[in-house]
């Protein structure tokens, strides 16, 4: 029975170990914040870059669109210490696109950190932007980032995630498109209220999750302790029936 115990104690506190741990390593993507938007809007959203080298620092993103969903504008926020540029291609043709003619497209932006600024180990940084039309016909839009470290380091983030299925590795950056309300104003998928909405649901997910991590330390630790305490008790038992007899 005490080797029963303190073998579930273990498993307990590698669960409890193991959950606390994948709090943190599950949202360190580079991820758009919020992730939904509205089909055929324009769209306001913070591209979220974590940085994942404990040696090293991030100095530059890019983040490119797709080819064969246009996107006619891109505005940028301005961010201190960086360097943004937005980079247009000419389409093969023109093409008729919600209502307008469209002879190029915007196919990246890219932010690029000016002499001695970075994004630190154990730091992020967000930079804002919005992008406008969205199709009308997807339900997601699917973008791709690539961070680069001052160590020569280029991470891809361009490995979409299967409906239903798991996520990969190294996920693209993905906004989930909704139908609009059918009133004409589609909104921009985003806004202060929004966007403060997403971040209160990460929040809440990572708090429970390193909650559930936390609990199951506990119990892991209680485990042993018991365990640990009926080996004890045994011990002394046997000692003593020893001596009765």
Known sequence: MPRS??????????????????????SAHVT????????????TFALRVPNE?????????????????????????PVPGWDISVNSEKLPEPVDY??????????????????????????FQEFDLRI???????????????????????????????AGGQEPAKPAPTLTLTPGDGSGHHGSGSGAGQHGDAEAASAGSDSTARWLGG????????????????????????RNGTGAQ
Do not use: C, H
């Open 132 to 162: 406008g039309d969205l199709p009308t016909d997807a339900d997601t839009f699917v973008m791709a980032a690539e961070q680069t470290y001052d160590s020569g380091e280029v991470v891809r983030w361009d490995q979409p995630t299967p």
């Open 98 to 123: 919600q209502g307008q003619r469209l002879t190029e497209t915007v196919r990246s932006v890219t932010w690029t950190a000016t002499p001695g600024n970075r994004i630190g180990p154990d730091q």
């Open 53 to 77: 080298r404990p040696q090293a620092g991030t100095t530059k993103v890019t983040l490119r669109l797709p080819a064969d969903q246009p996107i006619s504008t891109v505005s940028t926020s």
């Open 32 to 43: 758009a914040n919020p992730d939904t938007a509205t089909q055929g809007s324009s769209a």
């Open 5 to 26: 115990l303190a073998r579930t104690a273990a498993v307990a506190a590698a669960a409890g170990l193991t959950a606390l741990l994948g709090a943190g390593t599950a």
């Open 215 to 238: 609990a199951g330390l506990v119990v892991g630790a209680l485990g042993l302790g018991l365990g640990g305490g009926a080996v004890l008790r045994s011990r002394k038992a046997g």
